[in-house]
């Protein structure tokens, strides 16, 4: 029986790519339109509403079509600049006219004016660190939850790491579920890590500017002196350790940086996690882990392919994406979504029943 959904800043839908087949996504919602054209793309049978959410006439669109259509399930994933751990000492009257940290309370009004059986509220683990205004108190999102929701559903939080659920990455995810008192919804059970090697060692060797012939499969083409760098850095190193070959700018002098920024991954462990900035050598953990070469120098003096970058993010090989989309989009969005496995794993299991408590 299909479960008629509605999702919420939807993005390009990246997170939605492998949604199990009886999940029917009837509206969704984004606030940029090359976002929103790019999830018309992956789901063209879908209502794609493009706009604010806090406008009155878009919100009452997205309530009266979920209503219409009996929809019962609810995917969110507000945007994460809300109101840090610190907040009541850092700025908190820049916070509060920053409406952007409000979202979540639109995404409980469309709760409010709907009937929905299961909902699953996910974003990066700091979110539930922070505190939100309610009432004339500021409060974890899980009592706000907790004291506007608990007589109707069960609620709970947990971390899980997408290296626990077969994708080659290390990326921790906040899920937050509510199902109705009286159902059922289990969590996933986890699953033997996949290494790198795993994942993407059976693809051809590139060096930067190459293009392997295979969909996806090309290099970026890098700055030569982050090469000469990187050729010298071996597998779990940052070249800003290098004594002699390190990032150096253009007049030759040494690039400070963190000890997680030039460095190259390592095969035996699942990728680190890809964020927007995946596309850059010189940020977190990006680089290949490379190859030693007869001269002792290493290979692959660059970031992952995008199709490595498919991989291990669980998203289908065979992806298309709308013409004119950019390497740095493409990065970009992957950057900011949950992976699409994780999401499937979780949706998959409405109406399962746990096999134990906790």
Known sequence: MSLKTVSLFSSAG???????????????????????????????ETKT???????????????????????????????????????????????????????????????????????????????????????????????????????????EIRILNAKDYGIAQSRPRAIIKLWKIGLNWAWPKPQKEITLKEAIGHLPSLEPGEDSGIPWHYAKAQ??????????????????????YYPKKEDGTRIKGFHNTFKRMVWEQPCPARTT????????????????MPDGTYSDPRVLTLLETFIVSSIPENIKFPNGSTDTFIRTVIGEAIPPRLMERIVELVGEEDEHNG
Do not use: W
């Open 223 to 244: 700055n030569p002196r982050a090469v000469l760098a990187m050729r010298h850095t071996p597998p779990g190193k940052s070249a800003i350790a290098n004594e002699i």
């Open 49 to 155: 509403i493009c706009g604010s959410i806090t406008n009155p006439d878009i919100k009452n669109e997205i309530i009266e079509t979920a209503n219409k259509n009996k929809c019962k399930l609810l995917m969110a994933t507000p945007p994460c600049q809300g109101l840090s751990t610190l907040g009541k000492n850092k700025g908190q009257e820049q916070y509060e006219n920053d409406k952007r940290n409000f979202l979540i309370f639109d995404a409980l009004d469309v709760i409010d004016g709907c009937d929905f059986d299961y909902i699953i509220i996910e974003n990066v683990p700091k979110f539930i660190e922070m505190y939100f205004p309610f009432g004339k108190e500021y409060l974890h999102l899980e009592e706000i939850l907790k004291r506007k929701y608990d007589k109707f559903y069960n609620i």
């Open 14 to 44: 990246i997170g939605e790519l492998r949604l199990p087949k009886n999940v029917e996504v009837i509206v969704a919602n984004e606030l940029l339109e090359i976002r929103a054209n790019c999830y018309r793309f992956f789901n063209p």
């Open 277 to 292: 900035f995946c596309g850059n050598i010189s940020s977190h953990n990006n680089v290949h882990p490379g190859y030693i």
